[in-house]
């Protein structure tokens, strides 16, 4: 069973910076899709950004383009996600996935879920 778990969330404000990173329990993680999630308080999870087993391909969503940073490293068996210049509309638990399969695309279905870090960008 692939456990993930998150860390690095907080409170920033608004045009700063965070890390976030996702550990997995175990060494096949290497080899599935990644991606990260998030959940804003009355609102339904969305996705943010996924990335591919070698991270080759990356996939974001339109509001977050050019401001988030998805990586992965495969010896550490992490996935990561730079988030800058953030904004309040940020504000959300944002979850760790994984799929069990080299690649992503749009709408693929998730096996795994990390419990998630909480993100707060206040204004």
């Known amino acids: 069973q692939v456990q993930l778990v998150e860390s690095g969330g907080g409170l920033v404000q608004a045009g700063g910076s965070l890390r976030l990173s996702c550990a997995a329990s175990?060494?096949?993680?290497?080899?599935?899709?990644k991606a990260w999630f998030r959940q804003a308080p009355g609102k339904e999870r969305e996705f943010v950004a996924a990335i591919n087993w070698s991270g080759s391909s990356t996939y974001y969503a339109d509001s977050i383009k050019g401001r988030f940073t998805i990586s992965r490293d495969n010896a550490k068996n992490t996935v990561n996600l730079q988030m800058n210049s953030l904004k309040p509309e940020d504000t959300a638990v944002y979850y760790c996935?994984?799929?069990?399969?080299?690649?992503?695309?749009?709408?693929?279905?998730?096996?795994?879920w990390g419990q998630g870090t909480q993100v707060t960008v206040s204004s």
């Open positions: 996935a994984a799929r069990a399969s080299s690649t992503w695309y749009t709408g693929a279905p998730v096996g795994y």
């Open positions: 175990v060494g096949t993680f290497s080899s599935y899709a």
